[in-house]
Every structure is written in structure tokens, then in C-alpha cells.
């Protein structure tokens, strides 16, 4: 467990990648149980978090490999190759006046309780003193009951610092930057049942006190510096090799760009019943045109040519007066149904449109917004406040309109008509020609 807490300390990037996939994949679990209760399939689901996959996976494992990469280049080297045995023995520390600890640079005015800035690192602390110097560096001492609690709290200034380790162990003390990297500098140890930490702005300006009140630190193989670009080994030796690059690039957008649009198309296709004979084609047309019905804003028209039909879900204009301004809300959601007799297939092209006025006090406020492609899911519910205004413009005295969009209830009776017909409906980004339709079905 230490291994891998200090691993995340060394490479934040690779404890972001652990959040973001515990965040997706709770994500997941909740939508999925949440559209099983209510009977719906889980392709759009698989297709949006696939989409998420081929644009977050590499750019995940790159990090984990360079984490992976330091951790490993970070490991002791093997006694066989004699760097170890050219190390001195260790030696366990011994606790040491405070007085040396805190240098003789240090304001004597300035010396403070330390436990009340840090309770959760010196909770068990018996006696705790911060020392500042009029340069910035800063020094803290703290004795505890015992070697061992002395020795937790050692660890839990790392984790409360988030301290990003460049050098050192448990016995010998601990140097790095706070914050993942982006602090300042600190060098903290425990000698005995005492702990001993030193911060500044430099590395110099912690191994300094240190050294003088303890001795010098025991050095290993040359330390890796928290910037250093070993810690990208992976990532840099990719990006320093071009056609690998360019490569790893292209591969990944074809493939995203293809699950774009074949995955949508996936997501949305509902085929018919085996049992169910297909229908001829005005057949179906005469079906979906029997769908208008007066008491519900759904229309079925027929289009610009005989194998289109146009399905809309028009709200027409809804108009208050609210609060001194003057409002007026359309908004239009339409299916552009193109048949294909030879596949037995209805392509389904979805567009929409809202425009928003407001008139008042401040001036007029015009907002427009059109756009296409699919949609999975859509439930809107808003409620205009203040009195409706007829179509002339006068106050009707009921109260502001509500206004309402369930993109399940337009798309429904449609699609159950398609597939009752014997047909397959077939929601697309974009209506190729036969030629191409293998790159959007």
C-alpha cells in the first residue's frame, strides 16, 4: 500500500487517472441500472462511454506507463552492483536539541505552537514548535510518546503536504516538494521519538539545517529531480518519435471518427420482430401518416419527394408577460424519415430548433439555436411564470404556459409503426450514399 501511495505522490497523473476511471465507472453503473429499470437498452450507453474510452484509454495508459517507468527507475539497485556496498551503514538518528534544530537564524518572537496548524499530523504529539526566519525558511519540531507514533506522523506529513519525494527512506528522512511538486521544498525525518521538518525554497535551504543538526543525508545512485523528464520516459520517448507519433495519432482519430459515426448508428438501430412480414413501402407511408393526431403537437407530412416523410414535434409559439419583460419561447424537434424498399430500411435524420425573445426593461434579447445529428435522450420541463398572451398579443388570464418535451413520446409511436411494418429503423449522422453507407451503418 505504501508502493502505491508513493507512487501517486511521484506522479499525480496517474492518481488523476485512477479518479477519472472510478468517477466513469460509477457513472456507468448508475446509468445502466437506472435504464434497465426503465426497460431501455444499454447500446447508447456502451457507444457514448466507448467514444469516451478512445479519446481518454491512451492518453491513461501513456501515464500509467511513465508512473510505472519512474517507480521502477526509482527502485534500489541491487547490492551485486556495488553502489550499495559504497554507501555507509545506516545509522539510526538521535533526537537533538531544538535549538539546533531550528538554527540560529531563527526569531525567537516567532516561535509557535505548531499542533494547532497541524492537529491531524501532531495530534499525538506532546510538545510542537514552529520557527520562521526573516528569509522565508521555516523549521518545525515535534516530540511524541514513542519511536513508532513518531514515525506514523512522519507519513502523515507526506500525505497532508502531498509531498512529491525526490530522495531518500524511512530512516534517513524524507526530501521533496509539497503539493504534488508545485510547493516548496521539504526535508522531514524522525529521530527517535522526535520529527523534525524543514521547508524552504530551495533544496539546498532544507538540506542545509538538516545536515547540521543531524548529518548529512546518505546518498544513493544520484536522485531523480521532480521535474526531470525521466518521469515522462514513455510519453517523451512517443512524442520524440514522429512517424510512431503520427502513427499512434491516426489510428486513434480513424478509429474514433469511425465508432462516431457506425457506433451511433449502432446505438440507435431497432430491427423488427423475425416473424413480422415487411410491408410495402406506401403501405408504411400511410401508417406513419395516420399518426396525426389533433390533440398532440406531433405531425407527419410528407416530403419533398415520395421516398421522405418529416415527423415534427412543434410546441408553436408560447407567449407570457413575466416580471415587467415580455417573453416568447419556440422550439421545434423534427425526424427527416428517408425509406430504402430494397433494405426494408427508414433512415432517420433528427434536427432541432429553439428560438427565445425577450422584451422588457433592458432592451430585447434574441436567442436562436439549431442543430442535428442523434439523440438518445431528451426530457424537458419548463414553466413560464406571470400571464399567457394570445396570439394577438393580449393577456388570456391563465397563468404563464408550461412548456414540455419528451423526446420518447415523439419518437416512440414512430418507431413502433416502422417496426410493426416489418421494417428497420435506422437513426443516422448523416445520410450517405449507398456507396459510403459503410462508413456511417
Not at 129 to 144: K, Q, Y
Not at 224 to 234: I, K, T, W
Amino acid at each position: 500500500m505504501e508502493r502505491l501511495l508513493q507512487t501517486f505522490r511521484d506522479s499525480p497523473a496517474a492518481a488523476g487517472v485512477l479518479v477519472f476511471v472510478t468517477i466513469t465507472g460509477g457513472l456507468a453503473l448508475l446509468f445502466s441500472w437506472w435504464m434497465l429499470r426503465a426497460g431501455l437498452s444499454l447500446r447508447p450507453l456502451i457507444f457514448v462511454f466507448g467514444f469516451l474510452a478512445l479519446v481518454a484509454v491512451p492518453q491513461g495508459v501513456v501515464h500509467l506507463l511513465d508512473a510505472l517507468a519512474y517507480a521502477r527507475a526509482r527502485e534500489p539497485v541491487p547490492a551485486s552492483t556495488g553502489v550499495e556496498a559504497s554507501l555507509p551503514s545506516p545509522v539510526a538518528l538521535s533526537p537533538v536539541a531544538w535549538d539546533l534544530v531550528f538554527g540560529p537564524e531563527a526569531d525567537p518572537s516567532l516561535i509557535t505552537d505548531a499542533k494547532p496548524a497541524l492537529g491531524g499530523v501532531l495530534a499525538a504529539a506532546e510538545e510542537a514548535r514552529f520557527s520562521f526566519r526573516a528569509t522565508g525558511e521555516s523549521a518545525l519540531a515535534a516530540r511524541f510518546p514513542d519511536e513508532a507514533i513518531a514515525a506514523r506522523a512522519v507519513e502523515a506529513y507526506r500525505t497532508f503536504f502531498q509531498l512529491a519525494v525526490v530522495a531518500g527512506d524511512a530512516g534517513d528522512g524524507w526530501t521533496g516538494r509539497r503539493y504534488g511538486g508545485g510547493g516548496e521544498w521539504t526535508h522531514v525525518v524522525a529521530a527517535g521519538r522526535e520529527l523534525y521538518a524543514w521547508t524552504g525554497a530551495s533544496r539546498a535551504s532544507v538540506e542545509g539545517p538538516r545536515t547540521r543538526a543531524l548529518g548529512a543525508p546518505r546518498r544513493g545512485p544520484e536522485p531523480v529531480s521532480s521535474d526531470d523528464p525521466s518521469r515522462r520516459q514513455v510519453s517523451n520517448r512517443i512524442r520524440h518519435h514522429k512517424p510512431l507519433l503520427a502513427l499512434f495519432v491516426g489510428l486513434n482519430l480513424v478509429v474514433a471518427v469511425l465508432w462516431f459515426f457506425k457506433g451511433a448508428a449502432w446505438a440507435g438501430r431497432e430491427a423488427p420482430e423475425p416473424h413480422v412480414t415487411p410491408v410495402p413501402v406506401s403501405t408504411l407511408r400511410s401508417r406513419l401518416l395516420a399518426l396525426n393526431q389533433r390533440d398532440r403537437p406531433l405531425l407527419v407530412a410528407a416530403g419533398p419527394d415520395s421516398t421522405t416523410l418529416e415527423v415534427t414535434w412543434n410546441l408553436g409559439e408560447k407567449r407570457w408577460i413575466d416580471a415587467l419583460q415580455v417573453r416568447a419561447i419556440r422550439r421545434i424537434h423534427k425526424f427527416t424519415l428517408r425509406f430504402d424498399p430494397d433494405r426494408r430500411t427508414v433512415r432517420m435524420r433528427e434536427y432541432l430548433s429553439r428560438w427565445d425573445a425577450t422584451a422588457g426593461p433592458g432592451g430585447l434579447r434574441l436567442e436562436w439555436k439549431a442543430g442535428l445529428g442523434l439523440t438518445f435522450f431528451s426530457r424537458d420541463y419548463e414553466r413560464g411564470g406571470g400571464v399567457e398572451l394570445d396570439s394577438a398579443g393580449r393577456p388570456t388570464g391563465d397563468l404563464g404556459p408550461t412548456i414540455s418535451f419528451d423526446l420518447q413520446a415523439m419518437r416512440s409511436p414512430v418507431v413502433q409503426a416502422v417496426l410493426a411494418s416489418g421494417w428497420t429503423w435506422q437513426p443516422v449522422m448523416v445520410d450517405a450514399p449507398p456507396p459510403l453507407r459503410w462508413l456511417t451503418e
